[in-house]
Each structure stands twice: as C-alpha cells, then as structure tokens.
C-alpha cells in the first residue's frame, strides 16, 4: 500500500495546503516539538483550519508510521489584504494572502509544564517504575518502562517542583534515560531499544557531520555519598561512601567528583557511575547523518534508541551507534529530509532484566581489516575501570588521599573541653 511521504492530523482530520514542516525528538529532551505552515493564495472570507485550536491533538505520520503524537500548542494567523490607494479602504478578501503557522509539543509536554501532584511528597521503600508511576498518575501520559526496577529507600518530592525535574533527577540518580515515544508514551529505559539497519557512507548516507569534543569526557569519576537506609547507624551512616572509576579512553588526567544523593551502596554508586561515563561520552563523540529515505528499507520507522553500525571510512568510524535525535524537514520546495544524530551507545550491564540488543563490533573490526584502515581508535568503546568502595576518613592529620588525590592538610585541631 503507498503511503504519502508526510501527514499531519488535527483532531483525527487529515491538514492538506501546509507549505514547510519540521518534526524534531530528541533523547535529551523529554518531549518532541512540531511545526507547519499552511499557505494560502488569498484572503479567505470565513475561518479555515478550525480544527486548529490550542490543545488540539496533533498526530504526524511519515511514511506511513506514526512519528509524533501530540498537543497544539500556539496558533498564529497572519494575513495581507489588496493594496488600496489614498483613503481607500478595501473590502476584497479574494485577493492577499494569509498563512497559519502551527506549533506542538509531545503529549509529555504536560509533565514538563505541570508541577507534581504527589498528595504527600514522600515514598518509603519504593522501586523506580513505581515512583515513575506516582509521578505520571495525574496525567494522561502512559508510561513505557524497559529499565531495571531499582529498589529505593526513600524518595523526596520538592514542593512545586515541575514532573519532568523529578523525572530527570530520578533518572540521574538511578542511571536511567527519560524520554518521550513516538506515540506520545513517556519510555524509561538504561539500553538501546532495538536494532535498526547498517548506515554505510556511499548506500544510505546522503551527507555527514562527525564531531569529537574533550569538552564533556572526564578520565576519572568519583561519586560521593552517604548510607540512607534505616538499618544503617552510627559511624556507617555518617562516613560518606566513595567509588571512583577512571576512563581508559581519556589519556589526561581529567577528574570529576558528583554528589548521589540516593542511599550509597555500592551498586548505586557503580550504577551512577556508569551512568555519568556513559552520559560524557554521548556528548563527546556524535554523528549526524542525513539519509536518503523517510524510513528504513525494510519499511520500519526510524526512531531514536535504535542501535545502527555506522561506517564513515574518512572518519574512522566503524561502530554501533545509538540515534539521540531524529528530525524531519519538508522545506517549501516540497523535499522531505530525514536527518539521524548518532552517539555511542549505552555501555553493556549484567544488572538489568531487559534483553541488550546485539552489539555488532565485531562487523566493523572485519571491516577496518578489510580496507585496511589504522588509528582513529577514538569511536571505539572506552572501558570502565571500577575501584572499590570505600570510606572517607573522619580525622584528617597530614595527606589524605581522596579520590586517588593527594592533597596536604594540617592536622585536625578539636577545640578545649567545657569544664
């Protein structure tokens, strides 16, 4: 069946005239953005587009597949009438023109305007998916959970504090990724989410960006915190709890100390760890790939979360790569561009219950070998060195080495006993 290349629905109604349209979802962000203009030739005598009205809901379909579903939010009408001369005023609206720009956001985009409606402000001894769940409650947004289900000892809500922050900090803490679907369905994950086809310079790839950045990457993480649970007293609940990691891919000597503000033990610490690495290292290393089709040639969806050998031979690049961002473009010409913004993926884990989809390394080493490509080894997978946790000292005298940092203090003075 053949499908048109670009749709947009306002309230289940089919919108036809529209001139340009960009759809943008990013992982970063927890919900995707639409807009469209719609051109028309003349001034029309009654309202046209009812159906758009702030809050309407807005699906985008490409290719055939759903790749955005949300809510209007801004309508903005702008006209010209026929020119008169001297104090004429015209009353012809069969001549101007007149344009309706549209804007949307994602269904999620209520977590991100609303604060959270918790009735108490405090779990005790929840796990992840269950506080997502307190959180999404009064909402209209389903939740997608594909990430472990980590055990909690308490959680905090801030009064006033906006859904998408507790989101975002819940994620942070836990090393889990926040993101919106393409159906409007808010996914929780710590994986990629499935597997999508090669991307090969010269068969799929139109054009390409590659960039690399020491901005974001660290060589050693620590992260800090303390023993929360109530089974933890005396001197175990005062020490704070450290775990360093250092990162075989940073030559430099670059480190970087995160608070956790969760229970310490030592797999949320190696957790947020991985997390942290894993974050930096997305940010440094990104590809952005505009491709040839709408969608992939054996007619799935592209969407962000899918994991892609990518293979850009100037670059060096031989690897698996995650999308972070995916954007559509009809510009007013009527050309339809399908753009793919590629990082490295999550690093693989034995903790979490969801199956890791495949890596396919061994692809691009064959590859390398095949052309004989050397160096460039930058887009390969960097390894995490985990050292174990251990305790703050309470009493400071001389050098302590904190963090693997050599630092000189004086001693410790305590001040005279009260008689």
Known sequence: MAYKPFQIFLNSQEIEGFTSARLSRKKAD???????????????????VVEALRGADVSVYVGGHLAFFGALDKRTGKGRGK?????????????????VSLSARGRTKYLVDSSHQHPTGLMKKPKTREVAEALLQAFDVELDWQAEDVELERVT???GI????????LGNENGQFVYETRDG???VTDSTVGNGEPLVLGQNILHFNADQTEEHERSYLVVKG????TEVWGKDAILQVIKEARNSGIDKRIPFIIQHYGDAKPESLERRLKFEADKRRSQSLRVSVKVFHVQQTNSEPWDIGMLHYVEIP????FNDMEVIELEYELDAQGELSTTLTLAPPPSPKQTSGIEQAPQTDSIGKQRRNQLGVSGMDIWEPADLE????FEAPTVIEGTDYLGGIKIDVPPLKLPPTQA
């Open 162 to 169: 906006t859904v998408v922050h507790e989101l975002q900090r």
């Open 157 to 159: 809500f801030r009064d």
């Open 83 to 99: 020119s008169g001369s001297g104090n004429e005023v015209s009353t012809s609206f069969g001549s101007g023109s007149y344009t």
């Open 226 to 229: 303390q023993r929360t649970a």
């Open 314 to 317: 100037p670059e060096g690049i």
């Open 30 to 48: 927890l919900t995707g953005t639409f807009s469209c203009d719609i051109f028309f030739n003349f001034l029309p005598e009654s309202p046209v």
């Open 185 to 187: 369905k808010l996914r």
């Open 386 to 389: 985990f050292s174990p946790s």
